[in-house]
C-alpha cells in the first residue's frame, strides 16, 4: 500500500495495514519516513536514558517507554479518526488509561527526541512547535554528537527553555522534583 500524496488524508488505520517493519510519522498532515535506523550512538544515548527513566519510575505510576512507539496526540483512539502520530525517541507517561494495546493514545507528560543530521529540523521546529500545542509538559532535544540535552517546559502554554546541559552535568528533571540523571552515564563512550 502506497503512502497517500502529499495533501491526501492519511489515517492511523491505513498506516496500521502497512507491514511492521514500514514506519511514518504524520504532523499536521505531513508524512515523515522514519528510516534509515539511528546510529549506534544515538541507540545508546536511548538505551541510558531509557535505564535512568526506568529505575526511576520503578514501582511509580508513570511509565516510560523507548522507540518503536506510535504516540497519537490526540485524545480519540479510533483508528479511522486518526490523522497524527510521532514516534518520539522515548516517552514518560503518566495516565495509564493512555496505554492502549498498541499504541499511546493522548499527550506524553516528557518527551525525548534525540536528533541526527536528518531529524534536526523535524525535532527542533516541526515536533517542537507540534508538542508545545499538544502540552507536553517537558521536551528534551538530545544531541548526541555534541553531547548536548536543552531542556524546555511548558509554562502557561508555551515551552521555556529551562537550560543546556552537557556531558558533566546533573540534568534535573522538573516532573519528578528530586529526580536527576548524570550526563556522564547517558554520554558514556562506548567500548
Known sequence: M????KGQ???YAQYMMFDEDVRYEVIDGQVFNMSPAPTPKHQA???ELLVEFATYLRGKTCTVFGAPI??????????EQIREWVE???VVVCDKSKIREKRIVGVPDLVVEIISKSTVR???IVKFDRYERAGVKEYWIVDP??????VYVLEEGRFRHQGMYVRDDTIPVRL???FAIELKNVFAEEE
Open 2 to 5: 502506497p503512502v497517500p500524496e
Open 9 to 11: 488524508p492519511f489515517t
Open 45 to 47: 544515548v536511548q538505551r
Open 70 to 79: 506510535d504516540v497519537c496526540l490526540a485524545d480519540r483512539d479510533d483508528p
Open 88 to 90: 518520539p525517541d522515548l
Open 122 to 124: 523535524k525535532d527542533k
Open 145 to 150: 554528537v555534541n553531547e548536548t540535552i536543552d
Open 176 to 178: 519528578f522534583p528530586g
